[in-house]
Each structure stands twice: as C-alpha cells, then as structure tokens.
C-alpha cells in the first residue's frame, strides 16, 4: 500500500531560529496525534535548518528533506552542498526539479538525472518536481511536458530506485498563486504520471509510488484534493510556514 505523504518545502523562509520554532510547533501536535501508520510528514527546511532540527525532533514523527543538492559527488565546486552531506546530518529526502529551480537556476531534465542519480548512490530519497506552465497548460501540452520531464529525469534507474522515489506534480500556474488546480484536473494528471511510471516499469512499481500534489494547497482544499484516487498527499509551499494550516492539512490526510 502506497504511503500517504505531507510535505512542507518551506523555500527561502525562516531564520535557523525561526525554523526550529515552527519544526517544534508542528513535532508537538504530532507527538500528540494519532497519525495514521501509512502516513508520513517531511518538512523540506533550507540547508542551514537542517542540523538544529534533527537534533531536536524525532525522525519516526517527522522526516527532513533539502530543498537541492548538487549534481557532484565532492570537489571545488564553491557553495555548493553534496547529497552525501546531507545524508551525513541525517536528512533522508532532497527535493529534485523543483519548478523556482527549473526556472531561476536553469535546471533541465539531463541535469535532474544526474541529481536523481546522485540521490539514489547515495540511499536518499528523491522528491522529484513536475509541472506544465500555464502557456503550456493552455495550448493543451501538459500531459506532453510532464511525460518528457518524467521520462528524461528518470532514464536508467532501477525499478527499486523508482520505488523509493515520491512524485510531486506542480502545475506552475498554481504555485504561490492561490490558484489551485481542481480534483478533476489534478487527479486527471495523476493518473497520466502512474500510467508513465507503469509503461516504465509495470503495474506493481505504478501502484506503489506515491504522487503528492502541490501548488497552494491550504486547510480548505487539501481534503477534497487528497480524497481522489491517486492523489497521495501534498507538498506544501506558503501554507507549511502557517503551523495551524500545516497541522490542518496534516488532519486532512487520513
Ligand atoms: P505553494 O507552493 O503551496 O505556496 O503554492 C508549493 C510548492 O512550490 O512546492
């Protein structure tokens, strides 16, 4: 049975300080709250949180992911930071291809291939980001772009490694926008990602990954949102900075 999974990508947001306030926020209703078995929270906190919060949370509770890593397994490559050091503070999932990455950094699907790959040797847990634009949404391409990001990131990886990969569909036009894309149109494209994953792989890796929604998902859409299908939970932008609307988009996920 696939895992259902709240996100939270908290972007360029918070101070260490801050950070660790709104992780104990969120630890202590989770130490309180049955949450089901077959659900899991992970906040995707910025590089610098990363330490601070897994010394002062409990991993069974909530997992930590970062947000990038670099395509380089180590050397002179100045500010960036390696999947393996990551792993070494204890993080277990990197966000990859997020579209603010895809757009402001430049990243293509060869280059998220690469980062894919560097996740996998190293036994982290990719969070892989895909979405059409609202251009292409509206010249009815999306289903064509999201099969070419999926099918360009994930060329030669193993059906385990694709096991241990979450999905994150994010139409762009809804990031950050307030404006959601609707049960239809997400479970719609849901469905399209798992019918990739099974021309891939087969039906058993198809119905096993979980493919999170995101894109303003708050309190109030989150319920209708994670009831279809093959919705598996959300990654979570401005609403995962709110401990109240994180907690409640956590209750949502039953
Ligand atoms: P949003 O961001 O919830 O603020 O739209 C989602 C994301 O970018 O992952």
New binding site residues.
């Given amino acids: 049975m696939r895992k259902k999974i709240i996100a939270g990508?908290w972007?360029m947001n918070t101070t260490p300080d801050e950070g660790v306030d709104l992780a104990l926020k969120i630890y202590s209703f989770l130490s309180n709250y049955n949450l089901d078995q077959n659900c899991k929270v992970i906040l995707?906190v910025p590089f610098t949180h990363i330490d601070r919060i897994i010394q002062k949370v409990d991993s069974s509770k909530i997992a930590i992911a970062a947000q990038n890593c670099s395509q380089f397994d180590s050397g002179a490559y100045t500010g960036e930071i390696s999947v393996k050091m990551v792993k070494n503070l204890g993080a277990n999932y990197i966000?990859i291809g997020?579209?603010?990455r895809r757009q402001y950094f430049s990243e293509n699907n060869e280059l998220l291939a690469i980062k894919l790959r560097q996740c996998y040797n190293n036994n982290i847990n990719p969070i892989y980001?895909c979405g059409e634009t609202l251009s292409e949404r509206d010249s009815n391409r999306h289903f064509e772009i999201v099969k070419e990001q999926i099918i360009e990131s994930f060329k030669d990886i193993s059906e385990s490694e694709m096991l241990n990969t979450i999905i994150?569909y994010?139409p762009v036009w809804?990031?950050?926008?307030g404006r959601t894309a609707t049960p239809s149109q997400a479970q719609e494209m849901h469905n399209y990602i798992r019918l990739i994953i099974k021309d891939l792989f087969n039906q058993i890796v198809a119905d096993e990954v979980s493919i999170l929604y995101?894109?303003?998902?708050?309190s109030a859409n989150a319920s209708e949102l994670f009831k279809c299908a093959d919705i598996d939970g959300g990654?979570?932008?401005?609403?995962?900075l709110k401990p109240d609307d994180f907690i409640n988009i956590i209750k949502s996920a039953k």
């Avoid at 809804?174 to 926008?177: S, V, W």
């Fill in positions: 990508n972007k995707g966000i997020h579209s603010e980001c994150a994010e809804a990031i950050g926008t995101g894109g303003s998902v708050n990654l979570v932008g401005g609403a995962s």
